[in-house]
């Protein structure tokens, strides 16, 4: 989906059977984007961690279309509510 340009990004539903860790879902990310040998990942380019970043905070924004307004840490973007 990456190489076909899909915005894809991390997020959480619920934490009724565990707490909500990104840091772990983060990782679990980065590991499965590592093409394997033997299977059918093996000819696709790695997921880097720049790209698993970006999953867990921009393209979260750029899914709901707010990268505009979200999209860096500066006082035109620290708005209390959007």
Not at 49 to 63: L, S
């Amino acid at each position: 989906m990456l190489a076909a340009g899909v915005t894809i990004s991390l997020s959480f539903d619920a934490t009724s059977l565990a707490p909500i860790n990104m840091f772990e879902s983060m990782n679990v990310a980065w590991n499965l984007g590592l093409p394997y040998l033997g299977t059918d990942t093996a000819n696709l380019p790695a997921v880097v961690f720049r790209q698993v970043i970006e999953m867990a905070t921009i393209n979260g924004a750029r899914a709901l279309g707010l990268d505009a307004a979200t999209s860096s840490i500066t006082p035109a973007n620290a708005r209390t509510s959007l």
